[in-house]
């Protein structure tokens, strides 16, 4: 078979983005203004949400989550030690204590019995990771959470509303993932998408947030909040400013500045027309995956099932009875081939800023077990069938290799 060049996830751009973003800068409107105004409505009706609020980042979308929900010092936050540092920096940012709980033994998902065991009187939330855009066991979590509700003090009156440990999920891969018929984001108290350029779904940088209907909240005020803080306090922004006689303003917080332009917003409004198609082509590539490997020393990650349907975001493959060098190995042999892998994810505690917080790989076997022999395949949907017909024999030779 000829040598091709694999790349492993480059964004799928089209000309009617790029129509779009030039008609965006056309209008004159090239910061937060319609197009973002108009993505949010998008974004909440297919997430089945009260209200989306996009910003520039999904760590932007946690980290002003935790700071709507009142939480900082004194307070205790718990997430995988198997994730992003996205997912556990936020927690520092806001002055809160981290808490980072190991996978269950072959599981990318934390181990809820040691879940249950971290909860404290001093938690205040729980960021669950949807790795690869796989949905996690949140009936689990729920019932984790509902038990430990004679222990949880609410701090603000948005925690005494939801009246329990809040769960915010970290759901960066699995925009349009569904469990239990529900969509990821109307599952979770709160959940962030990412809009990165690896992702799924792209706005080139960018994320959203976006919370449950039924948590008897405010969902103008919840909104206003997310706007304060995005945009230096500032109580307009740009778009309501320009209303005639408007342009009187208020900071009423020295706050941050992380909201999404209407550049930004342009490239998604095309691609939420798209999305659909995109996912079944991710579940097509999945497949083709499945099949080609199938009888190899591998474990593939189980994107859909009876109870969820996967984003399809990462092709997660461990190399059963591999270790870190055998799969290092296999990464470099790949590459030589011209396809590009990765590694999803290096646990937490094996990075310097962790380990300076006093966290030790030893106390996370599990989340290091799946770590030592995990690769990711290329997967996006720029992929040809003859593309992925080319992974699966190299990966095939490369294996037979080891």
Not at 1 to 20: G, H, N, Q, Y
Not at 316 to 322: D, F, K, Q, S, T
Request: with cysteine; charged share 25%.
């Amino acid at each position: 078979m000829k040598k091709r060049t694999v790349s492993f996830s480059p964004p799928d751009i089209t000309e009617a983005e790029i129509a779009e973003v030039a008609e965006a800068m056309r209008s004159g409107w090239i910061t937060t203004g319609p197009r973002t105004k108009q993505l949010e409505r998008y974004i909440a009706d297919f997430c089945h949400t009260p209200k989306a609020v996009c910003l520039n980042s999904a760590t932007a979308a946690l980290e002003l989550t935790l700071r709507v929900l009142g939480i900082g010092e004194g307070d205790e936050v718990i997430t995988s030690a198997y994730t992003y540092t996205a997912s556990a920096s936020v927690v520092e940012h806001v002055g809160a204590r981290l808490v980072l709980v190991d996978t269950a033994s072959d599981s990318y998902e934390m181990d809820y019995d040691a879940l249950r065991d971290a909860i404290t009187s001093r938690t205040k939330a729980i960021i669950p990771v949807d790795v690869g855009g796989i949905p996690c066991n949140y009936q689990r979590i729920f019932s984790i959470v509902n038990e430990k509700t004679p222990i949880f003090h609410p701090k603000n009156t948005i925690q005494e509303k939801i009246g329990h440990v809040v769960v915010v999920a970290d759901a960066a891969h699995a925009f349009g993932a569904m469990r239990q018929n529900k969509m990821v984001g109307e599952i979770a108290d709160f959940t962030s998408f990412s809009f990165h350029a690896v992702k799924n779904f792209t706005t080139a940088e960018g994320g959203a947030v976006v919370w449950r209907k039924d948590l008897q909240l405010d969902d103008e005020e919840i909104y206003r909040q997310y706007q304060l803080l995005s945009l230096h306090g500032q109580s307009k922004d740009a778009l309501a400013k320009t209303q005639l006689g408007a342009w009187e303003y208020d900071i009423e917080g020295t706050y941050y500045k992380c909201n999404m332009t209407d550049i930004m917003a342009a490239i998604g409004l095309v691609q939420m027309q798209r999305y659909p198609a995109l996912l079944k082509r991710r579940r097509q590539i999945l497949e083709s995956y499945a099949r080609g490997l199938k009888g190899e020393p591998i474990e593939i990650a189980e994107h859909y099932g009876t109870q969820y349907t996967s984003s399809g975001h990462l092709c997660l493959v461990r190399i059963l009875n591999a270790d870190i060098e055998q799969r290092n190995q296999c990464i470099v042999r790949m590459a030589e081939r011209g396809i590009a892998t990765n590694v999803h994810y290096k646990p937490l505690p094996l990075h310097t800023a962790y380990k300076k917080l006093g966290f030790s790989i030893e106390n996370y076997p599990n989340a290091y077990q799946m770590f030592q022999n995990e690769i990711t395949l290329p997967l996006h949907t720029r992929l040809t069938d003859e593309d992925v017909d080319y992974v699966v024999q190299n990966f095939r030779e490369v294996l037979s290799e080891l």
